[in-house]
Nanobody, 118 residues
Framework: QVQLVESGGGLVHPGGSLRLSCATS????????MGWYRQGPGKERELVAV????????NYADSVKGRFTISRDNAKKTVSLQMSSLKPEDTAVYYC???????????WGQGTQVTVSS
């Protein structure tokens, strides 16, 4: 059974930091690119960051470049998102995603809420 379980969300003040983690099981983690998506209130889900299966390549949405860092640990089957200099517009439910290179297999976590507010 495939599982992706996010943790680390919460309430943070503008300018603060949070670290999200996603623990996975049930699939060959080391062969899947991993991503973080988010869906803000009244908005569509959008890609935040993605990392290649080996961890050597990353890409970020323009809105988070320089503030967020995605990383993975293939031995522990986890992917993380370090978020810094958070802004109110970063408020969203953040989802962990696994997608095979050919797009055949796509897995989602249940999401974790991040709220940036003073």
């Amino acid at each position: 059974q495939v599982q992706l379980v996010e943790s680390g969300g919460g309430l943070v003040h503008p300018g603060g930091s949070l670290r999200l983690s996603c623990a996975t099981s049930g699939f060959t983690f080391s062969t899947f690119p991993m991503g973080w998506y988010r869906q803000g209130p009244g908005k569509e889900r959008e890609l935040v960051a993605v990392i290649s299966s080996g961890g050597s390549n990353t890409n970020y949405a323009d809105s988070v470049k320089g503030r967020f860092t995605i990383s993975r640990d293939n031995a522990k089957k986890t992917v993380s998102l370090q978020m810094s200099s958070l802004k109110p517009e970063d408020t969203a439910v953040y989802y962990c995603n696994a997608r095979s290179y050919d797009g055949t297999f796509v897995y989602w976590g249940q999401g974790t809420q991040v709220t940036v507010s003073s």
